[in-house]
Structure formats: structure tokens, C-alpha cells
């Protein structure tokens, strides 16, 4: 196994919000995940960025995060991912550093282009250009939060005359910084370049420049090397749907019909997806679960598909859930418990001198149990003795 031997457990929170429900309430149920994953001793949880499509409500993720960290203690915190080309790069670097001093440490930045197109529409950006802006406004916050010197820089969309962060950073010598990466290799290669981490889903979708994991990972440990850094697999945090419950049968019935309205609401009739399947929305969960793409079943389950998701990257530093709402309320949360109790200490090293100390324990229960009955004939023979 190459997994470190503690391994980061977290969430991908977009989020995903049923249309017809009160949008304060859906809100406020994310909150309450974030305090729930919390006291379960979940490492992070990432916050996504969105204005259009009607589902994934989170507008700020920055000011998402600094009231979610007034309710919580010890799980980080990011931007799961800040759109570069919808802000000042200048705007981005202030706000990630006062997050970076009011969280205590606890705040990450998680950058992409822009995951949706109706959002880079509305704001009339060519979809052609967002990836290289994203490359160029991460190269200019760098050099925000390294360089003391002002910077005077200009491009056809942003403009930098004697600019600098007044406020400095308080984590050193910057705060985490992670890159989207799903199916274009533009995510991986300015990983590389700048030496930043990788949040990719499990599965690389269809038409990549990849065909899976270890290849695409390949892509940022090559771009790394032409610009003289290092990638480091302990960074690298990989994605997947996930809902668990005491049997797989139970995981399924459970998550069945809230998976497919899901799968073809959100991302076929409302994206423009390509269809699963061409049957019922309820069989959806079949076809993902059976193939890979989604965990659902035990706590067994999702630790061989981590295994399995090891060997066949090469190795990865953390897994993180993508935070949805399948089931009922309780069963969601059970599903985070479950995940905390029984496949977090498979991956964190907690349960191996347990189970060393439980097993000699159980070795040696024969001769003990006759020092014990020993002792205990000593002392009858004492007391019978003294009288």
C-alpha cells in the first residue's frame, strides 16, 4: 500500500440543493454537516463557488467559510474551487489571508477556471480563455504572498500598478493551495508548475488526455520537473460519491431514488450530461455502484475501493467525499459516522497497536490464567497460614 500512513478524510461540499426546497434551510443543513464532520474528527472540507443552474447555492465560498469556522473547532477549510477568472487576483490573495488570520490556520484555497458555463457566460467570458487566466492570475497571487516588493502588472483583464498584500499571511509561508483537476490536463500542469496540490474526482472523465489516475498524475509530476519543483503524493486528494449504511442492500434502497433524480436533474437535464443509462432514473445507482464510479454499500466496501483506488493511482495523501443528499437526513449523517468509526482508523494508523495489544493479550490469557489461579491459592494458603 502506498497511502501515507495517516490519511486526510474530508468532504467536496458543492453544494448540491434539491429545487422546491427552502433555500435558508439548505443553508443552514450545511453548517450543521460541517459541526457534525467536526466533532467526527474529519480533516477538511472544501466549498464550492457557483451562480447559475439552480442547485449549488454557495455564491462566496470565503464568506461561507468564516461562518462555518465560528461553528466548528478543529476541520479545515477551503475553497473547493475559487473560479480565478471571475476575480482580481489581488481581491482573491486579501481575502484568502484575513480567512487565513480570523480561522487561526484552518483556512485552504482550492482554485479552478470556472466549473460552469453558464456562470462564465453571465459574466461574458469566453470559455476559451478561462484556463489560461486561471494559470496567470495563480502566478500573480504566488507572487502576492511570497514578494514584498510591489508589483505592477498588466493584462487585458485585470490591471496591477504598485500592488501588495498589506496583511501578510498567517500561516507560513502561505496558507494550503490546491488545483482542480477532472479532465483537462490544465489543472495538473499548473499543479506542476507552481508546486501547488492536486483535488481530482476518482474517475477521470470521458476525453481526457488521460485514461486514468496514475497517468494523469504523471502529467503534474512532468510539468513539475521541467520548472524544478516536486510533487508530493501526500497532497493529492481524490474525489468520490459515497453513501453507506450497516449492508450494501440497505446503502442502495437508501440512496436509490435521491441518486438518480440527482444524476439526471443536475447533471443531464439541467448541464446537458450525457445519459448513464437510458432506463429510470432509479437504476442509476446500479450502474455507478457496479462500475466503480460510486461507493455505496459498507464500511468494507469503501475501504477495497480506497485500496483499490491506491493501486491503481500509484498513491494518493487524502479522500474526499463528495457531500450530497441522497437519503434521508439521518441516513446521510450515518453515513459520515460510519465512515468516521470504522474506515478513517483503517487509514490513520489508530487500530494496529490495538489489535497488537488485543492479540497478545488473547496469546498469553493461558498462562496468565494460571499465575492468576496460582496467586489466588498463595493467598488462601497466607490467610489460612496466618490464623
Not at 106 to 119: E, I, K, N, Q, Y
Not at 238 to 256: D, G, N, P
Request: proline content about 5%.
Amino acid at each position: 500500500m502506498t497511502l501515507p500512513s495517516r490519511m486526510k478524510f474530508g468532504i467536496f461540499m458543492a453544494p448540491f440543493h434539491w429545487l422546491g426546497e427552502n433555500p435558508t434551510l439548505s443553508l443552514e443543513r450545511d453548517f450543521e454537516l460541517l459541526q457534525w464532520l467536526d466533532h467526527l474528527d474529519f480533516d477538511e472540507a472544501w466549498i464550492g463557488e457557483h451562480h447559475s443552474a439552480g442547485w449549488e447555492t454557495i455564491a462566496s465560498p470565503e464568506l461561507f467559510i468564516a461562518a462555518a469556522a465560528e461553528r466548528t473547532k478543529h476541520i479545515k477549510l477551503g475553497t473547493g474551487v475559487l473560479s480565478l477568472p471571475y476575480h482580481h487576483p489581488l481581491m482573491v490573495a486579501n481575502r484568502m489571508v484575513l480567512l487565513d488570520h480570523i480561522t487561526r490556520g484552518r483556512a485552504m484555497l482550492g482554485v479552478g477556471p470556472g466549473a460552469l458555463s453558464t456562470d462564465a457566460t453571465m459574466l461574458g467570458i469566453d470559455p476559451v480563455t478561462q484556463r489560461r487566466r486561471m494559470d496567470e492570475s495563480m502566478g500573480i497571487i504566488l507572487r502576492l504572498l511570497t514578494e514584498t516588493e510591489p508589483i505592477t502588472y498588466d493584462s487585458e483583464w485585470f490591471t496591477l500598478k504598485d500592488a501588495t498584500i498589506h496583511l501578510r499571511p498567517y500561516t507560513q509561508p502561505y496558507f494550503p493551495i490546491a488545483v482542480a483537476a477532472a479532465q483537462s490536463p490544465s489543472g495538473m500542469v499548473l499543479a506542476g508548475k507552481y508546486g501547488l496540490s492536486v483535488l481530482s474526482v476518482s474517475v477521470i472523465r470521458g476525453g481526457s488526455i488521460a485514461p486514468n489516475l496514475s497517468e494523469f498524475w504523471k502529467i503534474a509530476e512532468e510539468t513539475a520537473a521541467e520548472y524544478g519543483n516536486t510533487m508530493d503524493r501526500k497532497d493529492w486528494r481524490v474525489v468520490m460519491h459515497v453513501h453507506l449504511a450497516e449492508s450494501r442492500k440497505e446503502a442502495i434502497e437508501q440512496a436509490r431514488a435521491g441518486a438518480g433524480r440527482y444524476q439526471r436533474e443536475y447533471f443531464e437535464r439541467t448541464l446537458g450530461h450525457d445519459p448513464v443509462i437510458d432506463g429510470p432514473a432509479d437504476k442509476i445507482i446500479d450502474t455507478m455502484a457496479d462500475s466503480g464510479g460510486w461507493c455505496v454499500g459498507t464500511p468494507d466496501d469503501l475501504i477495497a475501493r480506497i485500496e483499490e483506488l491506491d493501486a491503481s493511482s500509484g498513491g494518493f495523501g487524502g479522500f474526499l467525499i463528495q457531500a450530497t443528499e441522497w437519503a434521508t437526513r439521518e441516513q446521510v449523517l450515518h453515513s459520515y459516522e460510519l465512515v468516521a468509526r470504522y474506515v478513517m482508523p483503517h487509514f490513520q494508523g489508530s487500530l494496529a497497536s490495538l489489535e497488537a495489544s488485543q492479540a497478545w493479550s488473547e496469546g498469553i490469557k493461558g498462562k496468565l490464567k494460571e499465575q492468576r489461579a496460582k496467586a489466588m491459592e498463595r493467598a488462601k494458603q497466607d490467610y489460612v497460614g496466618s490464623r
